[in-house]
């Protein structure tokens, strides 16, 4: 996986602005490690760093090329990405004349603009967000893969735009700041859980959303759909409906083993992880390849942790015996506490904003020991989006709730705000109003009402506004080491059936999951197929909370504290002498989780020395 950053201007000659495009590039050293480039005409300028995963001899970017029989350079390409597809494109393409120099997706991604423009993102299948200068008619296009699984930002200004695949690299250039204003407060605030797609959160700052491409021209910025989901009918019944999931994710775990480098499987023990490796273990065992690594995490004193319902159990046992059912070479990552705090302060600077605290401390230390010996991880994210895992697909209260179900009952950090902040932003207005916009996007089926028609809205909010932060943060955590995790179960193709799978078949006697139990019962021990959902782990770690207690108590008497001109310190202050949590962007259960947002968010106004608007 890459990094890519670029720049496109009208006005001004870009072949003279060389090292502000190379400290573009070089502010994603992080998210590729082994190569760097950077390309530069009058009007466009890309730069690249590259995480070597497929032909790691000649997979240099940024990737030039031009049509059969044109000696010219047409088209330039800075890729982010694995193309799971490409070798039947390479084929077809070869068919029609042209000519490889590579065995690189790149270049099939370079061709198949050059082939069919901007309908080739149609026909691809993968994790990617790229850049491609056509510089026959001065377009540049940016594309982003089918659900967002790799990121991508821009800026536009008068007269160019700014583009690259983390905020840092957008900053690193004279002509974007970091600004705040009351849409950006609302987003930090009142959807931290549930935040809206396309909003960067920065003022100017966009994400080109998923499945969606930009074409920019001196005509301006137009945004074309490359892929979406479709209501019909479902007409397999249940054994047809189990058999076609699990061919579908079959293969997609086996495309997606594709590396030149080596690659591993995350396994915490539940049902979604564990499919996922057992069937990357079956298809090795198929072609004789070397048995799957996989890794779980781990902290001291898990285990004597009391269950809640969020965490029903201690993942340990479980993981084990996936592993030694499957027939894994298995890790399980200890955690020291004392490697939380300075892990946690690594992660601000590859989130490029306030995220979850010590559970992306604890995953990005799970992910710099598997970089040790893994360049690549399959990972069971988005398994409960797609066939309705979590507790508010299942409880009738959330489900019948005006809001976003995971946040029905939940106190969000917008009751934080100063009045005076609040009365400006309208956090529940502005919640409100997401809400109402996601709902108008949802796909609908003519005839389908009741139950039938709120799952699948549930879905679609669980698809567009639950799901994606998740993945932003996959993303950015395991890139901050130079880890590519990808996630077989958000294949277009599984995604796109079951979406029109209806609930009695996907929850089958109301079991959670029970259509993904099924379909992978003889790959699994029993006790790791019937597990409930057990959310990923958050550290009993007692010290970390008592520093960042400490941290809050500091900024509170610090009368220049950058958050206190969001936050109300007086609101703080009562809740710390009470004993009381704060609210928390997150919807697990964790005490420490408003105390973080809270510390992180002054921390990051400080670091990236944003302005309030």
């Not at 070597?52 to 970017?61: F, P, T, Y």
Request: hydrophobic fraction near 40%.
């Amino acid at each position: 996986m890459c990094g890519i950053t670029g720049w496109l201007d009208w006005n001004r000659d870009l072949r003279r602005e060389e090292p502000a495009v190379r400290e573009m590039t070089a502010v994603l050293a992080c998210r590729g490690p082994d190569a760097d480039g950077v390309w530069l005409s009058r009007r466009a300028a890309l730069g690249h760093r590259r995480l070597a995963v497929i032909d790691v001899d000649g997979g240099a970017q940024p990737l030039t090329g031009a049509p059969p029989g044109a000696e010219r350079t047409a088209a330039v390409l800075a890729y982010n990405g694995e193309l799971y597809n490409h070798r039947e494109l390479r084929a077809e393409l070869a068919a029609r004349g042209h000519r490889f120099r590579t065995r690189s997706d790149t270049e099939v991604v370079l061709r198949a603009h050059l082939e069919w423009g901007s309908e080739a993102p149609r026909r691809f299948n993968g994790i990617f967000a790229y850049a491609l200068w056509d510089e026959r008619h001065g377009e540049l296009t940016l594309v982003r893969d089918h659900l967002g699984i790799k990121p991508l930002y821009w800026h536009a200004y008068s007269g160019g735009l700014l583009f690259g695949s983390e905020p840092k690299a957008l900053l690193a250039n004279p002509l974007f700041t970091a600004e705040l204003d009351a849409d950006g407060i609302a987003e930090l605030f009142a959807l931290p859980a549930a935040p809206t797609p396309g909003h960067g959160v920065l003022r100017g700052l966009h994400e080109v959303r998923p499945g969606r491409l930009l074409r920019v021209s001196r005509a301006g910025v137009r945004e074309e759909r490359h892929w979406s989901l479709t209501s019909r009918p479902h007409a397999d019944d249940e054994h047809t409906t189990r058999q076609t999931v699990r061919a579908l994710l079959a293969d997609a775990v086996e495309r997606q083993l594709a590396s030149d480098v080596p690659l591993c499987s995350l396994l915490s023990g539940g049902v979604d992880s564990s499919a996922v490796a057992a069937l990357a273990a079956q298809a090795r065992r198929r072609t004789g390849g070397e048995k799957i690594t996989t890794y779980s995490v781990d902290f001291p004193g898990s285990s004597q942790r009391a269950p809640d319902d969020w965490r029903t159990a201690h993942d340990a046992p479980f993981a084990r015996a996936a592993a030694d059912h499957i027939g894994t070479l298995h890790t399980s990552v200890l955690v020291p506490d004392d490697d939380l705090l300075p892990a946690r302060d690594a992660v601000l600077r590859a989130r490029d904003r306030p995220g979850w605290g010590e559970m992306d401390a604890s995953l990005h230390l799970l992910f710099r020991e598997v970089r040790r010996r893994s360049t690549v991880a399959l990972s069971g994210e988005a398994a409960d989006e797609l066939f309705g895992g979590y507790p508010y697909f299942h409880d009738p209260v959330a489900l019948a709730a005006p809001v976003f179900p995971w946040l029905h009952g939940r106190t969000t950090p917008a009751a934080l705000l100063r009045p005076d902040v609040a009365a400006r932003v309208r956090p529940e207005e502005y919640a409100a109003d997401a809400y109402a916009a996601a709902l108008a996007e949802t796909p609908r089926l003519d005839g389908e009402e009741g139950r039938e028609r709120r799952i699948r809205e549930v879905f679609h909010l669980a698809l567009t506004r639950w799901l994606p932060p998740l993945l932003d943060r996959v993303d950015r955590v395991s890139m901050s080491v130079g880890l590519e995790v990808r996630v077989p179960f958000c294949d277009p193709r599984l995604v796109s059936y079951l979406w029109n799978v209806p609930w009695s078949l996907k929850a089958p006697g109301g079991r959670p999951k029970g259509l993904l139990r099924d379909a992978v019962r003889d790959l699994l021990p029993p006790q790791v197929t019937d597990r409930p959902k057990s959310g990923y782990p958050s550290t009993p770690a007692v010290r970390y909370t008592e520093v960042l207690t400490e941290r809050a108590r500091t900024l509170l008497a610090d009368r220049a504290a950058p958050v206190f001109e969001l936050v109300d310190r007086d609101a703080v202050r009562r809740a710390l002498d009470e004993g009381r949590p704060l609210p928390s962007p997150r919807t697990a259960p964790n005490p420490v989780g408003g105390l973080d947002h809270l510390v992180q968010l002054d921390e990051w106004l400080r670091a990236y020395r944003v302005r309030l608007r």
